[in-house]
Every structure is written in structure tokens, then in C-alpha cells.
């Protein structure tokens, strides 16, 4: 680990986290509760959007709050026709104090962090989502790895 992440680690203090949309559909014709699927993949999006740093001042006191913004995703997709059957999606805001002052000057080791460590901690409300969503929506329960597993780069060569 860089020394830039581990700076990072150490200066943010976990606030929040919370949905800001969310969106889920089945495919026009697919009724889950009746049409046997019995062969079927599961297909992951999930990515960092964006982050700010957020300054607020109340009562002469400021306060630094560095928010990662992460888009997820889940689609249901029939192995037959490789074709989506249904598709449940979100985007999330994970807000961080920031307790060391220094580190508000730093981008590359909050970059590193959002990238690096932000879907760790998103992951167990999005695996509890997507669960109670697929039960809402009569889906199969679509098992998400108990721990996120960053996507690996792809080796061209």
C-alpha cells in the first residue's frame, strides 16, 4: 500500500452513507413467479463516479467532509439469450470526516482512497439491498460476494 492510502486510512473517520437513486425493473413478458429460469448469470456494474470535498462552517467551526459518490449494479441475464431479465441498480454517497487538516491538500491520496477503499465499505448495504429488492421482486436471490472484490485490470498482453 502507498503511503498516500495509508495517510488517507488514518486521516478519514467513516460519517454516512446513503442512496441517492435507485432503480429496478424486469423485462416486459418475464414474470418471475412463474417462468422457470434455471439457467441464468449475474452480471455486476459498480464503479466510483466522483468525490468532493465538502467544507461547512456552523458557528465559527468548519468542518471537512470528503464524499465519494458510487454508482452499483446487478442484472439477472438468461443464459439462453444472454438477455437481461431483470436489472436492479443504485447510486450511493459514502461521507468521511476528514481528521487530519493536511490531508485536505493531498488529492492523489483521497483519490486513492475513494478507489481503493470506498466500495468496502458500501458493500454490506449493498449486498442487504439487492437481497430485499430480488425477495420484493419475486427475483431469485442473487448471491453478491460477502466481501467486495475490486475488478482486476486487463492485461492486454
Not at 493531498?106 to 458493500?123: I, R, S
Request: net charge negative; proline share 5%; glycine share 4%.
Amino acid at each position: 500500500m502507498s503511503s498516500s492510502f495509508e495517510k488517507a486510512k488514518k486521516g478519514l473517520q467513516f460519517e454516512d452513507i446513503f442512496q441517492t437513486s435507485v432503480s429496478a425493473w424486469i423485462k416486459e413478458g418475464f414474470d418471475p413467479k412463474f417462468d422457470v429460469i434455471e439457467d441464468y448469470g449475474i452480471q455486476f456494474k459498480q464503479g466510483v463516479r466522483q468525490s468532493n470535498l465538502l467544507s461547512i462552517t456552523e458557528a465559527n467551526q468548519s468542518t471537512k467532509i470528503f464524499r465519494v459518490y458510487i454508482d452499483v449494479g446487478v442484472r439477472l441475464v438468461s443464459d439462453e439469450k444472454d438477455d437481461a431479465l431483470a436489472q436492479l441498480e443504485a447510486s450511493y454517497c459514502i461521507d468521511y470526516l476528514v481528521t487530519d487538516p493536511h490531508l485536505s491538500e493531498d488529492q492523489t491520496a483521497l483519490d486513492e482512497f475513494a478507489l481503493k477503499n470506498a466500495c468496502h465499505h458500501l458493500w454490506p448495504y449493498w449486498r442487504e439491498y439487492v437481497m430485499s429488492q430480488c425477495t420484493r421482486m419475486n427475483l431469485p436471490k442473487l448471491p453478491l460476494p460477502f466481501h467486495f472484490v475490486a475488478p482486476q485490470p486487463v492485461n492486454d498482453e
